[in-house]
């Protein structure tokens, strides 16, 4: 991360130093030249003949996902609507970094764009944990009443203020469901020991403990293996994931727990945004916005063909009835009162009103 930060740091300064060249030569050019080039400065525009390439990096570990090829398509469109003027290349296997890791390369300006999941809300706005919290939303649309509400603006208002992070758009991602090697789970007292890899969110690694499960937190990158030689023996993941990374190989039961329901951010460096002009901005909010929207679009259809195709590879199915998801509800009731100190007061709460 040194050497990022270090190359970000040099950007830096010899942008300076050509700003302060490019001052001098303005000076001596004459007044009306001055004069245009003030007034450029004082509107935040450049003229045609003085629109510059922008290149940028996006990164993200999505890779083979609906909001991957989101984000391809927004790429290339954007490319396409600029005549290559504006260059984003996408990194969809996290070459660039993990999520936690990309929040602090962004305040460095060593990447301008990335795709988060709820990795973001624990690292960089912790008092709204609550919205990662197992079983609470209870629909798409609750989710969509959430995100695209009041709570949803004080999130990106606060990732801003905390990070300079600077939330362009979001679709949804499919459930998160549980897969096992041999067991199928239909109450809490059958996840009872089961040693099952979880992200480092600590809602969801506290409510599987309540479940009597053995949460282990553990890099993506290393489920697999960790599956294939006992060290673990159940993940959670939506199917497209557990699909696209061949976990079918080393697990053979999906259960439809659909614990947890969230959003993909679509993300940039506030400190690279400001340094964009205005038309260049509006040419990726634009793109953002509509290929974001196409994803969302697509979700869910997806998540039903990779139901079929888990079926086809020869995964069983276990499907839970509303009492027995009732039983998981239940589980986990006392994580609001573990998280009262940490999360945002009464947040809990209003989430909870918008699913009727």
Do not use: C
């Not at 990106?156 to 979001?170: A, D, E, P, S, Y």
């Not at 600590?202 to 949460?215: G, H, W, Y």
């Not at 039983?327 to 994580?335: D, E, H, I, M, N």
Request: charged share 25%; net charge neutral.
């Amino acid at each position: 991360m040194t050497d990022a930060i270090d190359v970000a740091q040099d950007r830096a300064t010899a942008g300076a130093e050509a700003s302060r060249g490019g001052l001098r030569r303005l000076l001596a050019g004459g007044g009306l030249v001055l004069g245009l080039a003030l007034s450029a400065a004082l509107t935040g525009q450049t003229s045609p003949a003085e629109a510059r390439e922008v290149k940028a990096n996006l990164n993200h570990e999505m890779t083979g996902t609906v909001v991957d090829e989101a984000v391809q398509r927004m790429a290339a469109a954007i490319s396409e609507r600029t005549e290559g003027r504006i260059k984003i290349t996408v990194h969809s296997r996290g070459e660039m970094g993990g999520e936690r890791a990309m929040f602090d390369l962004m305040q460095a300006g060593a990447i301008e764009l990335g795709i988060s999941g709820a990795a973001i809300i624990s690292a960089v706005a912790p008092e709204f944990g609550v919205l990662d919290t197992p079983y609470l939303m209870v629909s798409p649309e609750h989710l969509r009443r959430v995100v695209e509400g009041e709570i949803g603006d004080e999130l990106r208002q606060t990732v801003l203020k905390n990070k300079r992070i600077r939330i362009l758009g979001w679709m949804d991602r499919p459930p998160r469901h549980i897969t096992t090697r041999n067991r199928a789970i239909r109450t809490p007292a059958d996840l009872a020991g089961l040693k099952i890899r979880t992200r480092e969110i600590p809602v969801q690694v506290e409510a599987f403990r309540m479940l009597q499960a053995s949460p282990v937190p553990m890099a993506f990158g290393e489920v697999y293996t960790a599956l294939q030689t006992g060290v673990i023996d159940a993940q959670e993941n939506p199917l497209g994931i557990t699909l696209g990374s061949s976990f079918n190989e080393v697990q053979n039961h999906i259960i439809l727990t659909g614990h947890v329901r969230e959003v993909q951010w679509l993300i940039a460096s506030d400190a690279w945004w400001q340094g964009l002009g205005d038309e260049d901005r509006k040419v990726i909010a634009a793109a953002a916005d509509e290929f974001m929207k196409w994803g969302q679009e697509k979700v869910y259809k997806q998540d039903a063909a990779h139901l079929a195709e888990a079926r086809k590879r020869g995964m069983t199915i276990v499907e839970l009835t509303p009492d027995e998801l009732k039983r998981f509800q239940s589980g986990v009731a006392k994580l609001p009162k573990r998280f009262e100190d940490v999360w945002k007061d009464g947040l809990f709460e209003r989430i909870s009103k918008l699913a009727d």
